[in-house]
Nanobody, 124 residues
Framework: QVRLVESGGGLVQAGGSLRLSCTAYGRNFSSNTMGWFRQPPGSGRVFVAAIRRRNVNAYYEDSVKDRFSVSRDAAKNTVYLHLNNLRPEDSAVYYC?????????????????WGRGTQVVVST
């Protein structure tokens, strides 16, 4: 059974930083694209960032591309999302997801596996 387990969320003040981690169990994703989505309170789930195999390239949603970065450690089967200069509007549940594909993916219906999410709350 494939599981994606996120961690690292929490409460942080505006301008602060967090590092979210997502470790995959049951399948090696080192050759596949992995991504992050978020769901703010009362809103739908939206794309944040994705990274292709072996850090070939990454892709970001416009509002985060200068503040967030995504990376991965193939040996640990783990992907990270580094959140910097956080704003209150970044508050959301952040979900990690994986696909069997190797191309870049930015739509939630293109991902095959999802974690349960980790909550990020940014206070003013």
């Amino acid at each position: 059974q494939v599981r994606l387990v996120e961690s690292g969320g929490g409460l942080v003040q505006a301008g602060g930083s967090l590092r979210l981690s997502c470790t995959a169990y049951g399948r090696n994703f080192s050759s596949n694209t992995m991504g992050w989505f978020r769901q703010p309170p009362g809103s739908g789930r939206v794309f944040v960032a994705a990274i292709r195999r072996r850090n070939v390239n990454a892709y970001y949603e416009d509002s985060v591309k200068d503040r967030f970065s995504v990376s991965r450690d193939a040996a640990k089967n783990t992907v990270y999302l580094h959140l910097n200069n956080l704003r209150p509007e970044d508050s959301a549940v952040y979900y990690c997801n994986g696909t069997v594909e190797t191309a870049m993916r930015a739509s939630d219906d293109e991902y095959d596996y999802w974690g349960r999410g980790t909550q990020v709350v940014v206070s003013t």
